[in-house]
């Protein structure tokens, strides 16, 4: 009976996949716990029917509605109100208004769960013009134009949409995939001075109206994602695994909103990925594996009490290797003792340029955060990795141009331009900037080569004390786990988002 009792710990759901004349041929299999995806291969006394490699997602109630054309609003908390149209959902929404320079991929930053919460303000003044490409998944099984299955932001704000596009992958326009998805949508507001606003001010709560009058007296209704667990909605509910053709390492991924392309980099350079929930006591089973990962993902870093937890008593047993990336970053710097920020109106932009203090050099990067480690609060066994070398407009305390020799004799400005955070003496090192891009530029790319490096150093050390240990995943769990992320309910645009079954109202 371990494989029953090990199924269920792992999918969390009823045993539809196994039917009962097949328990008799698992009674007496031979193999540890399947919380780490263990090496051993259970051996049935008889042939057993093939197993389902892939368990489908809970069925969600349809979010689309017809593609409004109607009269909307865009409106901030305490701010300006602007005048447009709708070319989304019929449906209204609050959450916290952010905005993006960047030029394209607008199809992978709305799907990134990252944006989970947030209206998404686009600078570049004209949006859609390439239209929306379909759900086509490569020889991976993973998503090739999208980060997730559906969009996370909540609300899309473009100076000009195109409802005309031209490109050889897009399958339907910016509209219709908003409409499909539930997400409301307004154009023909003036972007430069909605985003004047929020550089001067914050980021603040806004909220999108369709087809109503603003009433300022709503004002209350705002809601504040922030007050949210917004990784626990994000993350998978079960493990999920991706094999990696040829692979020679086994990487454990604590998604905390995990992107595609952060998957894709890692089996692409031959890792194998089980991804577990961001809850998931990773410290137990680690050493089924040759690295730890930590993902991407949206909110507040101090919601993750438990991952942090999980992390310090990884990091205080085990010598393996951990890369964490954006909210993964700002987690390794909560576990190791660090304390986090929360920025004016954070980085989000693909021409971000980051200087790496051990070479010297600089990378334009993708960045998507609205919290930074305080590196004033770091170790002394941890060191800066790398800073954002763009202007310091988070705090207004330096002249436009800074040069280099600037910030190695004023580290106090570090503080808050921390991106990249790096252990003394041990492979452990994290980055608040998107290696893997998408979109955006590949110039750190490399980051994954030095992280499966030292992965793969790591499985060779582990090989000399343990002559006999295989962190190859387990065939026959491989097929029972999903390949993809499993339970995560998409964005639903509503005017309130709900928490335990009541508004989350912002406080004034």
């Known amino acids: ?91 209204s929404v609050s959450g916290e208004a952010v905005f993006t320079t960047s030029l394209v991929g607008y199809p992978e930053s709305l799907t990134d769960p990252s944006y989970r919460g947030q209206i998404l303000v686009f600078t570049q003044p004209l949006i859609g013009n390439y239209g929306v490409p379909s759900s086509e998944r490569d020889e991976n099984g993973l998503l090739r134009y999208f980060e997730s299955p559906h969009i996370h932001a909540v609300g ?75 990784v626990a909605k994000v993350s998978t509910k079960a493990p999920f695994h991706i094999s990696a053709p040829n692979g020679d390492v086994h990487v454990a991924v604590i998604d905390c909103g995990v992107k595609e392309n952060i998957l894709r980099s890692l089996v692409s350079r031959g890792a194998s990925v089980t991804a577990f929930p961001h809850d998931y006591p990773i410290h137990k089973v680690a050493h089924h594996f040759d690295g730890v990962f930590i993902s991407n993902g949206p909110g507040d870093p101090t919601h993750c009490q438990q991952t942090v937890y999980n992390l310090k008593e990884l990091m205080g047993r085990s010598q393996i290797p951990i890369f964490g990336i954006c909210l993964g970053h700002q987690l390794l710097g909560l576990a190791a003792g660090a304390k986090t920020i929360k920025l004016k109106y954070g980085n989000r932009a693909h021409n971000i340029p980051a200087r790496d203090l051990t070479t010297d050099r600089c990378h334009i990067t993708s960045q998507n955060h609205g919290y930074a480690i305080d590196a004033s609060t770091l170790p002394s066994d941890w060191k800066e990795y790398f800073i954002n070398l763009n202007d310091q407009s988070n705090e207004g305390s330096s002249p436009p141009f800074v040069p280099l020799s600037f910030f190695t004799n004023r580290r106090a400005l570090i503080v808050t331009n921390l991106i990249g955070i790096i252990h003394k003496t041990r492979p452990i090192f994290g980055t608040q900037f998107h290696p893997e891009a998408r979109g955006g530029p590949l110039d750190s790319s490399y980051l994954f080569d030095i992280y499966l490096d030292s992965v793969r150093q790591y499985k060779a050390n582990q090989s000399i004390y343990q002559p006999n240990r295989d962190s190859r995943p387990n065939p026959m769990l491989v097929d029972l786990l999903s390949k993809e992320r499993v339970g995560v309910v998409p964005t639903i645009g509503m005017m309130n988002m709900m928490h335990g079954g009541k508004a989350i109202a912002a406080k004034a």
Not at 160 to 165: F, G, I, M, N, S
Not at 188 to 215: C, F, K, P
């Open 156 to 230: 899309v704000v473009v100076a000009d949409v195109a409802e005309k596009y031209s490109h050889w992958t897009a399958v339907e326009s910016l509209g219709q995939w908003c409409a499909r998805e539930g997400v409301c949508a307004i154009t023909g507001v003036d972007t430069r001075e909605i985003v004047t606003y929020l550089r001067e001010q914050g980021s603040s709560l806004a909220r999108i109206t369709i087809g109503e009058e603003y009433d300022a007296d709503q004002d209350e209704a705002f809601v504040d994602p922030e007050q949210i667990h917004l």
């Open 1 to 91: 009976m371990a494989l029953f009792r090990a199924y269920r710990t792992v999918v969390r759901g009823p045993l539809t996949a196994l039917k009962r004349p097949m328990k008799p041929a698992f009674q007496s299999c031979s193999f540890a716990t399947v919380e780490g995806i263990l090496h051993e291969v259970p051996v049935p006394k008889s042939g057993v029917p093939p197993i389902s490699n892939a368990r489908q997602m809970p069925a969600s109630k349809s979010r689309a509605t017809p593609l409004s054309r109607d009269r909307a609003t865009f409106a901030i908390r305490g701010g300006p109100v602007f005048n447009g149209k709708s070319f989304g959902a019929k449906s």
